[in-house]
């Protein structure tokens, strides 16, 4: 497991909220295949394997997760593919841990990460979260990471909607 980060975001209170940022394994041989496999050619099978790479991590971050989301893909995306994949993964962990899987981000901007530069990909998408209650200890889940811009900018929409606490972990990284 690589720890990429963990930072501390300030929520509209004023507020200091730790966010950590993980990314499991490197995006190559199998995992790589797992990623691509599940967005470009549907195989859903791979959310499971997935999930079952970040569940083994779970007990070694130590958290306990009051609710789970994911980093959503874009609209046209969802459509394209029929799903969205990072959703998928979420429910497999959500089942596996038996933390509630909860839709709590959308995404508002259409502009896609995928094949952009990096400059691009630092600008990150936007999301709004629903309202949280107090105290809410979340887990965001996505793909990969790359710039670590989606998580960054899932992990500042949910302090803003009065996270406690955000972990932001993916199966995969290309950092």
């Not at 990150?124 to 793909?143: A, E, M």
Request: hydrophobic share 45%; charged share 15%; net charge positive.
């Amino acid at each position: 497991m690589e720890l990429h980060r963990t930072e501390v975001l300030t929520s509209q209170t004023g507020a200091l909220i730790p966010v950590t940022y993980v990314g499991v394994l490197p995006h190559e041989g199998y995992v790589r295949d797992a990623v691509l496999d599940l967005k470009y050619h549907g195989k859903r099978g791979n959310a499971a394997q997935l999930a079952g790479i970040v569940n083994q991590v779970l007990p070694l971050l130590g958290g306990q997760y009051s609710v789970l989301t994911w980093a959503p893909t874009t609209s046209a995306h969802q459509v394209k593919r029929g799903m969205d994949h990072a959703e998928l993964i979420a429910r497999h962990v959500a089942v596996s841990s038996g933390i509630r899987a909860v839709k709590l981000l959308r995404r508002v901007s259409a502009i896609s990460q995928t094949g952009a530069s990096r400059n691009i990909r630092l600008m990150g998408p936007k999301f709004v979260s629903k309202p949280l209650r107090r105290h809410r200890n979340v887990l965001v889940i996505d793909d990969v990471v790359t710039t670590g811009a989606t998580f960054r900018a899932a992990a500042q929409a949910l302090v803003n909607a009065g996270a406690s606490s955000v972990v932001c972990i993916a199966p995969s990284r290309t950092m």
